[in-house]
């Protein structure tokens, strides 16, 4: 498809999310917080999840969180992630209030204080969590 085409996206989700992976390609972790209720949330999208506002501002976060569940994935969903089987997900609360689901290095665990680095895969920068030193 060519910029000028047009048809337009059926997925409004990747110009939606556009802050989110443009702040990934500067390292930089970016969420989204309500400005009616102050409820902060890291998947971009129009409305807030907490009281439904539609007005959303984007943040940027210092990258420093909570782990609250960790998975290590054997099987990978795509033949991009092939390469990095077996790898660990976790969920990280950031200190900021939302939770984000991303990568990390292997042995972290439950309750552990982690910090947000980046790593490129496929031309895409995907975040890795690693614990905090200190
Ligand atoms: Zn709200």
Excluded: K, N
């Excluded at 400005?35 to 007005?55: D, E, I, K, N, V």
């Excluded at 292997?106 to 947000?116: F, L, T």
């Amino acid at each position: 498809m060519t910029p000028s085409s047009p048809f337009p996206s059926p997925l409004p989700s990747p110009a939606l999310a556009a802050p989110f992976t443009q702040g990934l390609a500067a390292r930089v972790l970016r969420y989204q917080r309500c400005t009616s209720c102050g409820t902060a949330q890291t998947l971009a999208r129009y409305a807030c999840q907490h009281c439904g506002a539609p007005s959303l501002d984007w943040h940027e976060a210092q990258g420093t969180g909570r782990v609250q569940a960790v998975t290590v994935v054997g099987r990978a969903p795509s033949d991009s992630f092939r390469a990095l089987v077996p790898y660990t997900l976790v969920l990280v609360q950031l200190d900021e209030g939302p939770r984000l689901m991303a990568h990390a290095q292997p042995g972290v665990q439950i309750g552990q204080r982690v910090q947000a680095g980046f790593f490129v895969h496929d031309q895409t920068t995907l975040v890795r969590f690693s614990p905090q030193p200190g």
